[in-house]
């Protein structure tokens, strides 16, 4: 990457963990050219020689206060988000290529915008909780924000639409019971709601803070956490879920992606280059914590194995040491696995073990010191199981972390540089 040294403006509320991720994000692309690993340029020079101005606490600021302010400030580009359509309208006037992050609008944006995907984020929240053992589901959310909706679609679409492999065990096109948290009153209609849910439910909240709602009132009526309700939030805002009790699982969307790819985004308009119209970051993983810590399998042994599983370090783990555990043998093993989960515990090994992998790439490991850490006996055979469960080699999921526009939807837009 190279540029001018052009003025940004960042219109971002930084008092939200969302919003503090992205700038990480942008200061990635600007020093590192998008990996959170590496070190600063020779001589402590910008890979983008950009001068930024922050422009934070939008809520608390006056419209017209604020973009004096960023009139002033005079800048060539702009990174923003908006939190009504007062501000929405006033951001034209500022006349200089944008990125919109986090659009909330339910109409298409005028800028370039990159966005979490959501419909991903409510089908990984499905896939997570199937993989619990539960049967029962159940959404707390919003109607009137757009993120919850689309978090929503994309978690009923998983249930009602389940693998093939899990239809021929028998598991059966499932519905979540939805509750609103926008209807007027809700706190006096909670009680009910919940009083009518079969135990043991799987709870998918549209993001942290409903999350911590739904657990407060879960506890209030006399239910067990995760016993009775594994409650899943969305954010990862680590302050939120750990402050909550007990602490809450949740979704990582990828808010750093998001900024990485709006700075990447915004360099290609500063030089006229057409970009796509919307670009969509995949959630990461789930964040497990106490809140899911639980499996509910019907199967004894099938459950233990899980236990064993999931709860040990992975890096000499085979069959043969389960079944040192387990009093069955694996036979019995192996198609009770196939029964209750659609694999063999093998496959159940491998599957937990990419799940590492890519949480120790993520953490900016490089791909020999994954392999060293997850005692693969060579980065080739590590490289072969990740492929084989992803479809990618460990080397192309890194560069899709770094750059998020890899797959990017590829409608363009031009956005005229003003």
């Given at each position: 990457?190279?540029?001018?040294?052009?003025?940004?403006?960042?219109?971002?509320?930084?008092?939200?963990?969302?919003?503090?991720?992205?700038?990480?994000?942008?200061?990635?692309?600007?020093?590192?050219?998008?990996?959170?690993?590496?070190?600063?340029?020779?001589?402590?020079?910008?890979?983008?020689?950009?001068?930024?101005?922050?422009?934070?606490?939008?809520?608390?600021?006056?419209?017209?206060?604020?973009?004096?302010?960023?009139?002033?400030?005079?800048?060539?580009?702009?990174?923003?988000?908006?939190f009504g359509d007062d501000m929405y309208a006033r951001i034209g006037e500022?006349?200089?290529?944008?990125?919109?992050?986090?659009?909330?609008?339910?109409?298409?944006?005028?800028?370039?915008?990159?966005?979490?995907?959501?419909?991903?984020?409510?089908?990984?929240?499905?896939?997570?909780?199937?993989?619990?053992?539960?049967?029962?589901?159940?959404?707390?959310?919003?109607?009137?924000?757009?993120?919850?909706?689309?978090?929503?679609?994309?978690?009923?679409?998983?249930?009602?639409?389940?693998?093939?492999?899990?239809?021929?065990?028998?598991?059966?096109?499932?519905?979540?019971?939805?509750?609103?948290?926008?209807?007027?009153?809700?706190?006096?209609?909670?009680?009910?709601?919940?009083?009518?849910?079969?135990?043991?439910?799987?709870?998918?909240?549209?993001?942290?803070?409903?999350?911590?709602?739904?657990?407060?009132?879960?506890?209030?009526?006399?239910?067990?956490?995760?016993?009775?309700?594994?409650?899943?939030?969305?954010?990862?805002?680590?302050?939120?879920?750990?402050?909550?009790?007990?602490?809450?699982?949740?979704?990582?969307?990828?808010?750093?992606?998001?900024?990485?790819?709006?700075?990447?985004?915004?360099?290609?308009?500063?030089?006229?280059?057409?970009?796509?119209?919307?670009?969509?970051?995949?959630?990461?993983?789930?964040?497990?914590?106490?809140?899911?810590?639980?499996?509910?399998?019907?199967?004894?042994?099938?459950?233990?194995?899980?236990?064993?599983?999931?709860?040990?370090?992975?890096?000499?783990?085979?069959?043969?040491?389960?079944?040192?555990?387990?009093?069955?043998?694996?036979?019995?093993?192996?198609?009770?696995?196939?029964?209750?989960?659609?694999?063999?515990?093998?496959?159940?090994?491998?599957?937990?073990?990419?799940?590492?992998?890519?949480?120790?790439?993520?953490?900016?490991?490089?791909?020999?010191?994954?392999?060293?850490?997850?005692?693969?006996?060579?980065?080739?055979?590590?490289?072969?199981?990740?492929?084989?469960?992803?479809?990618?080699?460990?080397?192309?999921?890194?560069?899709?972390?770094?750059?998020?526009?890899?797959?990017?939807?590829?409608?363009?837009?031009?956005?005229?540089?003003?």
């Open positions: 990457m190279s540029g001018e040294n052009y003025r940004i403006a960042l219109l971002l509320r930084t008092q939200c963990a969302h919003s503090r991720e992205t700038l990480r994000g942008i200061i990635d692309a600007v020093w590192y050219g998008g990996t959170s690993a590496g070190r600063p340029s020779r001589n402590y020079r910008p890979l983008l020689p950009w001068t930024f101005k922050l422009f934070s606490q939008l809520e608390h600021t006056g419209v017209d206060s604020l973009f004096r302010e960023i009139s002033h400030f005079a800048p060539h580009g702009m990174i923003f988000e908006t500022v006349r200089c290529p944008g990125v919109e992050v986090f659009q909330v609008s339910r109409t298409a944006s005028l800028y370039a915008s990159v966005n979490t995907d959501h419909l991903m984020i409510g089908r990984l929240a499905a896939e997570y909780l199937t993989e619990l053992g539960l049967r029962h589901f159940a959404f707390f959310g919003g109607s009137q924000y757009t993120y919850s909706q689309r978090r929503l679609e994309g978690f009923q679409d998983c249930l009602r639409n389940p693998p093939k492999s899990r239809l021929q065990m028998g598991q059966p096109r499932q519905e979540a019971q939805v509750f609103d948290r926008c209807l007027p009153g809700w706190q006096a209609l909670i009680e009910s709601w919940l009083k009518n849910l079969p135990r043991p439910v799987g709870i998918f909240a549209a993001n942290d803070l409903f999350a911590t709602e739904i657990l407060q009132e879960l506890i209030k009526t006399g239910w067990r956490i995760p016993e009775d309700a594994a409650v899943l939030g969305v954010d990862d805002d680590e302050l939120q879920c750990n402050l909550a009790y007990p602490p809450i699982s949740s979704i990582q969307p990828g808010f750093r992606q998001v900024g990485r790819a709006a700075a990447r985004m915004l360099e290609q308009l500063l030089k006229g280059e057409e970009v796509a119209a919307a670009v969509s970051v995949p959630p990461l993983r789930v964040v497990a914590r106490y809140s899911t810590d639980i499996t509910h399998v019907d199967n004894e042994f099938v459950a233990e194995a899980l236990r064993c599983i999931r709860g040990s370090p992975l890096t000499n783990l085979s069959v043969k040491v389960l079944l040192n555990r387990i009093p069955t043998n694996r036979r019995r093993l192996e198609r009770a696995f196939v029964e209750t989960l659609g694999r063999t515990p093998m496959e159940e090994i491998h599957r937990v073990r990419v799940l590492k992998i890519k949480e120790l790439l993520m953490a900016g490991k490089s791909i020999e010191q994954t392999a060293r850490e997850m005692h693969f006996s060579s980065p080739k055979y590590m490289t072969t199981l990740f492929r084989r469960i992803t479809g990618l080699t460990p080397s192309e999921y890194q560069a899709e972390l770094q750059n998020p526009l890899m797959n990017a939807d590829r409608r363009s837009k031009k956005v005229p540089r003003q």
